[in-house]
């Protein structure tokens, strides 16, 4: 077995894999809220990835991919057996985790899975959890039944209403504070930054409720050298990689990062696709046909 | 004879043997439809287009309807719309549309700044058809704002195992468009309904792979694909185009027309134009390979010379200092030891200007095709200007001075001594001679890499450096004032089975093609069929 | 002369021995060997004829073997029966009356068929010969008058014969019920020197099986009605398509064609007349759409069986986009008997705008059950009660289904509606093409639909966006519904589904599929609100909301029910009253019918109420 090597690759949902990578460094060390930096082959990019599992004894650690631009199609492509050319962790500050009381743990898309080692250590923590997670449409809903066994409350939200309730993570926030009324000590919430915008706005009117966001940046060296995926928090500049990624979310500059930093690089994300072409399956079958033809 | 029918209380002409969908766009009425194109024989799919006959029990389909004299049709009545609109509701309901219901749609749009780039479609934001969907447009006419019935999603796999095209099935409306295309109008029939009733889905015979089952890969079927289910894979994820310029293909003599799209001051694709009388089947280098070809990395941005500085290398240097260092090495051979090499990827203006030049500077028949480079040799030539890179450079005996006009880095290179950046179509103005004399036009639609420039302008220069008179046209249209009042050039026609653009290997420089073009050839020869009988 | 008046100048009786496909798979053709055999061993081959017959209409009574010219009918003949019916009959005279037909309404066996009500009612004219003559001998039918109406209708004009097909008032039996005359006269009009015909034997609706019958038992009066049409119309060449699934059928019409041909009925110049036609066997490919005609046509030309938009018509553009005449293989059949037996007294038989009789298929729960042949307009009380014998095990009458998935269900209240096109339209169900299920107070109506719906959603050929999304739609709900997790909004939503495949389809498939949904829907209303409010099934049919119980005053420990349970639900020891576990159980219903002392009996199951 090779160092990085994919022991295990399963997409559960549409564009969504989960991969099992033994790195017995990083699952010593790991901690709920933690990334790693992973960079597929010798020339590509490094991208951060969510933490969301890993195994002390076992020295594995698991992640979830969504596929949504080159980096990711490329590990899309990669079967189990093929390796990372490098896999750096565990980076970031872990989580701000105590025994609150009552917290939503709140999660969107490819924010579920990366809720799910924070919802899990703040019930070990003692808390009372409930989670809300929250998907296009119920065939995109995954870990229903995992965040069941480290929460008090499933709460699931799809936009179409395919499944659970209708709308988004803050309608059921808002109907949660306003109408029912409950008591909510602290709020974890991790999906795209537009949802998390929103969420921030809403508890900062309604009652002021601590909440904590983990932020999605442009990152690089992922150390705090570079610069690349800075933020203003509370006026000044702090870097998503070391200062967070989670951050007290009422202090976020959400329109900065929505609309400055992460578009920045767009055009060179779009064209650098122009010229991707993952080998073809059809080829590689031909091939072997041709090669069984030849010893036959 | 004219003949008139009633349509929403409008007196309306019609021609015998149309349609009432025809004859009510003509008229100006609109009609919704998703299946039907005028430029596709009509099928009568989608159920959108229905109307309300006078005497009909049922609801027909304009686009199948033959006209007839004194029917009496209304096209948006109240119970017309609720059908249509319940219809339109079940397509939405096997088709990933949250977006279309979602309630921040609106806002949406204004804060996602492009799409996710990959993997399957979940909803208009990963797709990259979002702004040409016709589906969108359709549900903006019927005001559908939400979906009543059980939604499913098909979850049927990503197909990508082929070249060139994505094919991401759960958002097939079944309406057959790219199947009319390939089987009606163009003939290849390499994919067509497969399997019955709720199961069914275009594919391919016995479900094999797109490269055995005859497709082209002309992209016609993307062309005519109303949802994003087709998809090319290079040119993509790119939104709404900051230009489009009509242009004429330079890859062969055939001069195909398309339209250029630039975002970012970048090709980033290619298309058909869409008015549906052009000639719509291109090979798959010009469908496909375009935008990779033009932007590739290692262009060439600036003129070299070689010049031993620590080793022998190209070394950069000003266009003034290349042209002058060319044109004084030149001027010390004779006639009859220079080369002149044209490339048929070439301009009018620029093999205009290159003749011109030839005429004065080399009693050697100008070299238009590969395998006549061989002959300069027993001729004695030793300083050749090509326009055309080749590996017979690197084997002729006698050669002492080589300019290469290039548009990569290549080996031959090493062999040059002074190697000069140009553009490619796309990059520069001119004109096109194709097939029967036809005439076209060539439009520029980016600006070429660093210092690249247009042949004729590198001729132009390099005659006057020279002191030759003749060559000082101060703009293009001069130049082709001139050529207009010659005689008509002589230009070799170039087949569609060339690989190479300008010398330069298209699969060497586009990785898709490469793979294209391997995998046809190991299926040929494991199906005992020629191994170059290839359709490129 | 008939044939059994010519047989018997030389035979004293014949055996007739019924080799429909029903039959032959009750080993019929064994007991046609039995038969020659033990004719041997008692040395009676030269007086006593074995020969063998088509379809009889009476399957669930089968192998039925018939000695003329008595009229003896033996009923269910298994071939260790043979040996008696030869000793004891034939060679006896005695009659073998434990193997008469027993009859479940009057409770005691009749032996001559000419009594049994089941045939005497109905009024066989088209299935006149079935079971009657050698479907395989073209003298067995011209002896009983084939082939006279072709050599009448040649004498005559095309445009007569087209006015005496009018003046009859035959409408098409494939379902549509249109004027055949003009049907006929549509392509004849057609501009256009090459013309097809075509007979429509895809027959495909689930248990009907006239098309079937017909064809194994009388081919050639099939044939004969299409020469006949292909003369009015001036077509010259004709196809039968028909499903692969019926090879007896295809092997049977295939000789007839054989013969017809030898006898100068086919190839060129047709008995000296101008009429050149010949006729070609196509096969079906397993898709129910096929029987829709222009779903046919593309079958028949090699593309894939999709309906299209008329117009253009098949009359004047059809096969190969030539005129066209289709027809279903009963309006064939009728064409030849009219122009056997006069025009008038086809039209004398039935009502105004229906002449003529109707076949369907009587199958559910009647005591009867079979193929019929009754005038047009008689009422539905009379098939269920005289000729079906009324309902299985004296229960109360619920419904009929008429049509196929094509068609709806009637209630009680229209027992006495007439069977016509216009009256069956009007109460929202079709006549089609002739199939209908009798339906007790045991079947459950929504689970009725949901059959019927899935077959269509089956067979949907998926060009269009209402049948093949919609029917879809419609199904799932419908399944949430007989699961017990229907919801408030449903019934609406059906509602509107339905209308909308109904509106929206573009073919007959899709058009009529909503029929058995939106008939119950109108008629059987309560049992649906009762599925989705009370989650309770009334026909106590549907799987999901039943459980069975063991009646433990009734059940003697004979551990019947435990030995055949599939998933082993039921414990009990030998001798003691036995329990039915009803977490494990399925529902399958085998104990129940199983038990010798039908001590299991269905209950509702308590649902879990939903706050």
């Not at chain 1, 590509?44 to 980096?71: A, H, N, R």
């Not at chain 3, 253009?312 to 027809?327: Q, R, V, Y």
Request: charged content about 25%.
């Amino acid at each position: 077995m090779s160092k990085f090597e994919i022991l295990k690759k399963e997409e559960f949902v549409p564009n969504f894999y989960k991969l099992d990578i033994s790195v017995p460094t990083i699952a010593r060390k790991a901690k709920a809220g933690q990334f790693i930096l992973v960079m597929v082959d010798e020339r590509s990019e490094k991208i951060p990835l969510t933490l969301i599992d890993w195994d002390k004894e076992k020295g594995t650690i698991s992640f979830i991919v969504q596929e949504l631009g080159l980096s990711t199609s490329k590990m899309a492509f990669m079967e189990e057996g093929d390796s990372f050319y490098s896999i750096v962790g565990p980076l970031g500050e872990p989580a701000y985790l105590e025994n609150f009381g009552t917290v939503v743990v709140s999660g969107g898309c490819y924010g579920v899975g990366a809720t799910y080692p924070i919802a899990k250590r703040l019930k070990e923590l003692g808390n009372h959890v409930i989670t809300i997670i929250e998907a296009k449409n119920e065939n995109l809903l995954y870990y229903e039944e995992e965040f069941k066994t480290v929460s008090d409350e499933v709460i699931l939200v799809t936009t179409d209403g395919s499944k659970g309730e209708r709308g988004h993570i803050y309608d059921v926030l808002e109907h949660m504070i306003e109408s029912q009324q409950r008591k909510i000590d602290h709020i974890k919430v991790i999906g795209c930054n537009v949802m998390m915008s929103k969420v921030s706005k809403l508890t900062k009117e309604k009652g002021a409720i601590p909440t904590y966001a983990t932020v999605t940046t442009i990152m690089v060296d992922g150390t705090g050298m570079c610069g690349s995926c800075r933020l203003s928090y509370d006026g000044k500049t702090k870097f998503a990689c070391v200062d967070g990624p989670e951050f007290n979310a009422h202090k976020i500059d959400w329109e900065e990062i929505i609309h400055v930093r992460n578009t920045l690089y767009i055009s060179e994300e779009t064209l650098s696709l122009q010229n991707f072409s993952p080998e073809c399956r059809s080829l590689a079958k031909y091939q072997e046909k041709s090669r069984e033809e030849e010893t036959s | 004879m004219t003949k008139w029918m009633n349509i929403n209380g409008r007196r309306v002409v019609f021609e015998e043997g149309e349609t009432v969908l025809e004859v009510a766009t003509k008229a100006g009425i609109f009609i919704p439809t998703l299946c039907a194109r005028p430029d596709l024989p009509s099928f009568g799919a989608c159920r959108l287009c229905i109307i309300d006959v006078e005497g009909n029990r049922t609801y027909p389909n304009s686009c199948t309807l033959p006209a007839r004299e004194g029917m009496v049709v209304r096209t948006a009545t109240p119970d017309l719309q609720t059908v249509r609109r319940n219809v339109f509701q079940l397509i939405l309901a096997e088709h990933p549309s949250y977006c279309i219901i979602c309630k921040e749609h609106d806002e949406c749009e204004k804060v996602r700044h492009g799409e996710y780039k990959a993997g399957r479609v979940i909803g208009c934001f990963t797709c990259s058809n979002k702004e040409i969907c016709e589906i969108r447009e359709i549900s903006e006419y019927l005001r559908v704002k939400d979906i009543r019935y059980p939604m499913l999603y098909k979850n049927l796999p990503l197909e990508r195992d082929d070249p060139f095209l994505v094919r991401d099935y759960n958002l097939c409306i079944l309406c057959a468009r790219c199947i009319r295309a390939c089987q009606d109008v163009l003939g290849y029939s390499a994919i067509a309904l497969t399997k019955r009733g709720h199961d069914t889905k275009v594919g391919t015979i016995l479900e094999v792979s797109h490269l055995e089952s005859g497709c082209v890969f002309c992209g016609h079927c993307i062309d005519v694909c109303p949802t994003g289910a087709l998809i090319a894979r290079g040119s993509t994820w790119f939104g709404t185009p900051d230009k489009s310029v009509t242009t004429t293909c330079n890859l062969c003599s055939h001069g195909c027309q398309m339209v250029i799209d630039v975002k970012w001051d970048k090709v980033v694709n290619v298309h058909p134009p869409y008015e549906l009388s052009a000639r719509r089947e291109y090979c798959v280098k010009g469908r496909f390979c375009i935008p990779a070809l033009v932007n590739g990395r290692d262009r060439l941005k600036y003129p070299t010379v070689k010049r031993k500085v620590i080793k022998e290398e190209q070394y950069p240097v000003p266009w003034d200092e290349a042209i002058t260092h060319t044109a004084d090495k030149l001027k010390g051979y004779k006639p009859e030891e220079i080369g002149i090499i044209l490339s048929p990827s070439l301009t009018d203006e620029a093999v205009y200007l290159l003749l011109k030049f030839a005429q004065r500077v080399s009693t050697n028949p100008v070299v238009f095709i590969e395998e006549d480079i061989k002959n300069l040799q027993s001729q004695g030539v030793k300083a050749i200007f090509s326009t055309f890179n080749s590996n017979v450079f690197s084997e002729f005996d006698g050669l002492e001075f080589l300019i290469l006009q290039d548009i990569y880095q290549s080996n031959s290179s090493d062999t040059a001594e002074v190697v000069l950046p140009t553009t490619m179509f796309a990059e520069e103005d001119g004109t096109k001679s194709g097939e029967e004399y036809m005439k076209y036009a060539i439009n520029k639609a980016v600006e070429p890499p660093g210092e690249a420039l247009p042949s004729w302008i590198i001729v132009s220069r390099l005659a006057q450096s020279m002191g030759l008179d003749g060559f000082n046209h101060e703009s293009i249209e001069n130049l082709q004032d001139e050529i207009r009042n010659a005689e008509p050039l002589e230009i070799p026609k170039v087949s569609k089975q060339q690989l190479e653009y300008m010398g330069v290997p298209i699969a060497d420089k586009v990785e898709e093609f490469r793979l294209y073009i391997t995998s046809k050839r190991a299926i040929n020869q494991s199906k005992g069929k020629g191994v170059l009988d290839v359709q490129i | 002369m008939t044939q059994v008046e010519s047989l018997q100048k030389y035979y004293q009786k014949t055996v007739l021995i019924c080799k429909g496909t029903g039959c032959v798979s009750s080993k019929s053709d064994e007991i046609s060997e039995e038969f020659e055999e033990q004719l041997k061993n008692f040395n009676l081959q030269e007086k006593i004829k074995v020969d063998f017959t088509g379809c009889h209409g009476f399957c669930a009574q089968g192998p039925i073997v018939i000695i003329e010219p008595e009229g003896v009918m033996y009923a269910q003949v298994k071939s260790p029966n043979v040996k008696q019916i030869v000793e004891s009959h034939l060679k006896n005279d005695v009659l073998v009356e434990d193997l008469f037909f027993m009859d479940p309404k009057l409770n005691k066996r009749i032996g001559n068929y000419k009594n049994i009500d089941f045939y005497s009612k109905q009024t066989r004219m088209i299935l006149g010969n079935c079971g009657h003559i050698n479907p395989e001998e073209i003298d067995a039918y011209m002896n009983t008058g084939g082939y006279s109406g072709l050599r009448s209708a040649l004498e005559k004009k095309p445009e007569e014969i087209i006015q005496i097909i009018t003046d009859s008032g035959l409408r098409g039996r494939g379902g549509a019920g249109f004027s055949t005359g003009l049907k006929w006269q549509f392509c004849h009009d057609a501009p256009g020197s090459e013309k097809y015909i075509i007979c429509n034997a895809d027959e495909g609706d689930p248990g009907a099986f006239m098309d079937r019958s017909l064809l194994e038992a009388d081919p050639h009066s099939v044939l004969e009605g299409m020469i006949i049409g292909a003369y009015a119309i001036g077509a010259s060449h004709g196809i039968i398509y028909c499903r692969a699934e019926y090879p007896l059928a295809i092997k049977r019409f295939s000789r007839a064609l054989v013969t017809a041909k030898e006898r100068g009925f086919l190839g060129d110049n047709i008995l000296n007349s101008s009429l050149s036609l010949d006729i070609s066997v196509h096969e079906g490919a397993g898709a129910f759409v096929c029987g829709e005609e222009t779903a046919l046509m593309a079958s028949i030309e090699g593309h894939r069986g999709n309906p299209r938009t008329r117009p253009p018509f098949p009359a004047t553009s059809g096969l190969w986009g030539k005129p066209t005449n289709i027809n279903n293989v009963k309006t064939w059949a009728s064409a030849s008997w009219i122009f056997k037996n006069g025009w008038e007294k086809f039209h004398g038989i039935g009502v105004e705008n229906a002449t003529g009789t109707a076949i369907f298929s009587l199958t559910g729960k009647v005591k009867n059950l079979g193929l019929i042949e009754v005038p047009m307009g008689t009422p539905l009380r009379e098939i269920v009660y005289e000729i079906g014998g009324g309902i299985l095990d004296d229960r109360e009458f619920k419904a009929v289904q008429t049509g196929g998935p094509s068609g709806g269900c009637l209630p009680p209240s229209h027992l006495d509606s007439p069977v016509d096109y216009e009256t069956m339209a009007a109460s929202g169900s079709i006549m089609g093409s002739g199939g209908m299920i009798v339906l007790d107070e045991t079947n459950c109506m929504v689970k009725l639909a949901h059959y019927f719906l899935t077959f269509t959603q089956a067979e949907s050929c998926g060009k269009c966006i209402p049948c093949r999304i919609g029917t879809r739609a419609m199904l799932l709900i419908l399944e949430r519904i007989i699961t017990g997790k229907g919801e408030d909004k449903d019934l609406m939503l059906l509602e509107e589904l339905a209308y909308t495949v109904k509106m929206g389809s573009l073919c007959a498939l899709g058009q009529t599929a909503p029929n058995p949904v939106l008939t119950t829907l109108k008629y059987f209303r309560n049992e649906y609100q009762s599925h989705i409010f009370e989650k309770r099934c009334l026909a106590k049919d549907c799987q999901d909301l039943i459980n069975y119980v063991i009646d433990e005053s009734l059940c003697n420990g004979c551990t019947i029910c435990a030995r055949n349970c599939p998933v082993s639900a039921i414990t009990g020891e030998k001798g003691q009253v036995h329990f039915i576990d009803t977490a494990v159980c399925v529902t399958c219903g085998i104990c129940h019918s199983s038990c010798p002392k039908t001590a299991i009996f269905k209950q509702d199951r308590p649902q879990k109420v939903v706050p």
